[in-house]
Structure formats: structure tokens, C-alpha cells
């Protein structure tokens, strides 16, 4: 199956089987959850699996200790359960002892739309990025989730990378550089739009609509959310051009933040809005699609709060 045709999930795991068959040090620990991609490492590397059932805070603890022999571990849960249930595990078993230790969280942002404030990720992102020494990632596409597999197996330290449970265009070619942190995808002279995850992918959809209205609007992928590429981020936002940050996440501590942090320290004083998810929960239970539009992070409400922006 081509990796355009599978979740987010599955090609992340699927690149780490891979990895795992070469090299028994690589361990994985689930928090009770099954999958394709998954049951190969249960059939095939039963002895580098480990299902530590819904216990998310000890299964940190005994990645920790796997670490600590000289394992490359993996935990994987709903991206809530594997961050905000057991940050103090992470900040204290992880990050203080700066263990290679990568937590993998599916249902970025919206993804568990009908599930509730429960399964919605929208502070996880800007929780994970202040830990110091924590790396950061939140892919597009599933080139770039199957890269940052062997990112996180060569690279030590604590890690987090969120997937999306929706499958979206690739808007990479195979191996591209992933290094940089960040990647301009789209030129434009008027303006630059930075967005993250899946919203790169509504960005494009905006840009076509501001178009339209004789707007030339830059895309500005910014996947690696910690730690932040700053040089390469104010150069390719340009000098003196509006900026607007989209994302699906909390507005507070989100991407909106996180440039507005780095346009701060460095003294540029381009304007800058931020569009993401107000100081709320949803408690709605619909679509992903209803979701934004209630929360006015459609299309057309996007547009729309642009072109008044720039007025």
C-alpha cells in the first residue's frame, strides 16, 4: 500500500517496524491500544513490545527504566493520555534525565472530534514545548511522519511527536531534509501565513480564496514546534510583511506563540494575528469540518477574518 494511502499512524509505525526489525534495542509500550501497524511488532517483535494497559504515568516510568538499560523506547497513546495525563513522569523521569524516550500521541487537534474535551489535543503541543530538552514534532504529511521515525531512533533526548488521525495529501518528495524545523512550501509577496499539522493543508485552501481578492499569501509549514529554528523562521516570514498563525490548537502557548516569542526577542516588528481556538473547550459533539466552523477556523471564516485584519 502506498504511504499515501494509510493513516498517519500506520506510517509512522510501519517505518519504526522497520527500524525495530534492524535493531533489538528499540522497544515499544502501548497504553492498551491495537492497530495494523501495531499487531506486527506483537506477532513478529513480540519481545520489544510491551501493552502496559491504561496506565499511562507508569508506563513513562518503565520506558524510563528501559532507557536507563540501554533501550530506544517508544510510547504511544491518544495524544492527551500520553502528555497532560502524565507530564510530571515525563518533566521528572525524562526530561530531567534527558533519556531517549520518544512519546508518540495520535488525534492532533481535532482529531477526536466526537470524543470531547477528553480526547481533544489542544494544550498538548504548547505543554510539551517548555520542558527543557524536550523536541517537539507535529507533521503534515505521511513522508514527513515516516521520516521523523528515524529522526527520533538517531537523535537522543526526550521527544513528542503528534499525529492526526486523517489522511492528507504528501506536500513533500522522499528524502527531504527535515532538519531545518520549518519549510516555506508556498511564495507570496503580500503576506505569510504559518501554519502547523493539518492546517498547512487548510492554509493552501485559504491562500486560493485570498487569491482571489489579489492577495499573494506565503505558506510556512513550522513542524518541529521545539526547538524553534529561529533565523530560518524570520527569514522566510519576510521583512515588514503581515503574519497570521493557524492553528487548531488553544491560541495561548500554541504557534501563534511561539512566533510571537521569536518576532519579540529579535525586534521585528511586523504585524502578527494569531488564529487557533479561543480560551474554551468544545463540548460539541460533530464532525471535525462542523467543528471549525463553529469555532471559526474554516475556510471561509479564515479568510474572511484576514481580509479584515489586513484592512
Not at 499515501?4 to 534495542?25: H, K, N, P, T, V
Not at 494544550?123 to 510539551?128: G, I, N
Not at 514527513?144 to 529522526?151: K, L, P
Request: net charge neutral; charged share 20%.
Amino acid at each position: 500500500m502506498k504511504i499515501a494511502d494509510i493513516s498517519m499512524r500506520d506510517a509512522f509505525f510501519d517505518a519504526l517496524y522497520d527500524i525495530a526489525r534492524q535493531d533489538d534495542r528499540v522497544m515499544l509500550l502501548t497504553g492498551d491500544f491495537g492497530a495494523p501497524s501495531l499487531d506486527k511488532f506483537r506477532t513478529d517483535l513480540s519481545r520489544q513490545y510491551i501493552n502496559a494497559g491504561v496506565a499511562e504515568q507508569n508506563m513513562v516510568t518503565i520506558a524510563a527504566g528501559l532507557a536507563l538499560s540501554g533501550k530506544i523506547v517508544y510510547i504511544y497513546s491518544i495524544a492527551p493520555f500520553v502528555t497532560l495525563r502524565c507530564f510530571e513522569q515525563i518533566k521528572l523521569d525524562l526530561c530531567c534525565m534527558k533519556l531517549h524516550v520518544t512519546a508518540v500521541g495520535v488525534g492532533a487537534g481535532y482529531s477526536y472530534s466526537t470524543s470531547g474535551p477528553t480526547h481533544h489535543a489542544t494544550e498538548d503541543a504548547a505543554v510539551m514545548r517548555i520542558l527543557p530538552g524536550m523536541t517537539v514534532y507535529n507533521p503534515s504529511d505521511n513522508i514527513m511522519v515516516a521520516a521523523f521515525a528515524g529522526m527520533s531512533y538517531r537523535d537522543p533526548g526526550p521527544k513528542y511527536i503528534r499525529l492526526d488521525r486523517e489522511k492528507f495529501p504528501l506536500r513533500y518528495e522522499e528524502k527531504h531534509d527535515f532538519s531545518d524545523g520549518l519549510a516555506l512550501l508556498k511564495r507570496g509577496k503580500d503576506m505569510t501565513i504559518i501554519a502547523s499539522g493539518m492546517m498547512v493543508h487548510q492554509a493552501f485552501k485559504v491562500t486560493e480564496e485570498l487569491l482571489k481578492h489579489s492577495i499573494d499569501a506565503a505558506i510556512v509549514d513550522l513542524y518541529r514546534l521545539s526547538p524553534v529554528n529561529d533565523n530560518l523562521l524570520l527569514q522566510v516570514m519576510g521583512k515588514n510583511k503581515p503574519v497570521v498563525t493557524l492553528a487548531e490548537d488553544l491560541v495561548a502557548g500554541g504557534i501563534g506563540s511561539i512566533v510571537a516569542e521569536v518576532m519579540a526577542d529579535n525586534g521585528c516588528q511586523s504585524r502578527l494575528k494569531r488564529l487557533g481556538t479561543e480560551n474554551q473547550y468544545v463540548f460539541q459533539y460533530a464532525s471535525r469540518e462542523c467543528l471549525h466552523s463553529h469555532l471559526g477556523l474554516d475556510v471561509a471564516s479564515i479568510t474572511t477574518g484576514i481580509l479584515r485584519w489586513l484592512q
